[in-house]
């Protein structure tokens, strides 16, 4: 109950109250914008409720296995959006929340860190050599999805759309492969994003047990699941009558929805002059969007009879592989201030904007 209570203290468990507004909305018929809005403001609490419990587990079962189990539910609210966005049948909704997960990472919340820790703290110092390896394997990651957009764009060999599909799955496979590799490798012992120790080691209490974290776990799991069903029929109804497009939503919507409590995190251990770790969140969890979310989305698009290629207009190729590069740069010197900060968050808006005004 303890727990319970400091939960409740937070003001992002506050919008758990759009939860039942939300079904009350659909009930009474509401506007699809109205829903759009309550669906996304209840989502935000049970996903942070999600990863307090897979904390609370990881502090149970140790390092490695905390580690593995960060890894694999980091994402789960954003996973379960883009589930029932594929079968609905809104790919490029889904297509334009993996580029915006993961330019939202390196340029919105490691911007938002590096000004709120620059502001506090001044220029703050991180591992170079971490971020750097981290933001290469990044960077490997990212020109191997772009493969199959490039492939299409030469016009070369392309028989039809099954080839595309085919060097999707390839694709898809290959990354799984090395994801799997690298918990292997983080597991036996070697240091990796896709098993990042907790952002929050003061996170397990007496409060929690392993029980509550489950019980936890499952009720958000649902939730989340409730809510991305009324979020994603609202989608069509609102680019009808509002005019902004799929791919905004996408690109911008998705993301922020799905991460927000994990971005939280890595601007507050900012705050507290933890760049490393601040850097390692935004970093590793854009990773793990490209070894783990999309080739998981691309099999599952197989099993939802929508299949999913690995097929991005070229402003979203520019915009993947630019965010990459301008962190491996960032990254280089091994320090940051809020001027950086300011800096890529710009970049991030204006990338925004051009994303609001794409057609």
Do not use: C
């Not at 609370?56 to 189990?69: D, E, F, K, N």
């Not at 080691?201 to 007496?206: D, E, G, I, N, T």
């Amino acid at each position: 109950m303890a727990e319970l209570r400091r939960l409740l203290r937070s003001p992002l468990y506050w919008l758990l109250i759009f939860a039942p507004v939300t079904a009350g909305l659909q009930a009474a018929g509401a506007s699809p914008l109205a829903l759009l809005i309550g669906a996304s403001l209840a989502i935000i609490p049970l996903a942070g409720l999600i990863g307090e419990a897979t904390e609370v587990l990881a502090a149970h079962t140790g390092p490695r296995i905390g580690g593995l189990l960060n890894a694999t539910l980091g994402n789960a609210a954003e996973l379960i959006i883009t589930i029932v966005a594929i079968r609905e049948g809104l790919l490029e909704l889904v297509k334009a929340s993996i580029t915006g997960s993961i330019i939202g990472n390196l340029l919105f919340v490691l911007g938002v860190s590096m000004i709120w820790g620059g502001v506090r703290h001044g220029t703050q110092v991180f591992e170079r050599r971490r971020a750097q390896t981290d933001s290469i394997q990044l960077l490997l990651a990212v020109t191997a999805l772009a493969i199959p957009s490039l492939f299409v764009q030469s016009g070369q060999g392309i028989n039809g759309v099954s080839q595309v599909e085919v060097l999707s799955l390839g694709v898809a496979t290959l990354m799984v492969a090395i994801y799997a590799l690298g918990l292997i490798f983080s597991l036996r012992g070697g240091e990796g994003p896709l098993t990042r120790p907790s952002a929050e080691p003061m996170v397990h209490r007496p409060g929690w047990s392993v029980r509550a974290a489950l019980a936890a776990l499952v009720f958000a799991t649902l939730g989340v699941v409730w809510l991305s069903e009324v979020l994603v029929q609202q989608v069509e109804p609102v680019v009808l009558n509002l005019g902004v497009s799929e791919f905004f939503l996408g690109v911008i919507l998705v993301p922020i929805v799905g991460n927000i409590a994990e971005h939280l995190v890595a601007v507050r251990v900012a705050g507290r002059n933890q760049m490393s770790l601040s850097v390692e969140i935004a970093v590793g969890s854009s990773l793990q969007v490209a070894l783990f979310v999309v080739p998981a989305l691309v099999f599952l698009s197989l099993a939802l009879a929508h299949p999913l290629t690995l097929v991005f207009n070229g402003f979203e190729l520019i915009a993947l592989i630019g965010a990459v590069v301008i962190v491996n740069q960032v990254a280089s010197d091994g320090e940051s201030n809020w001027l950086e900060g300011a800096e890529l968050l710009a970049l991030y808006l204006i990338l925004a904007l051009a994303f609001f005004l794409l057609p």
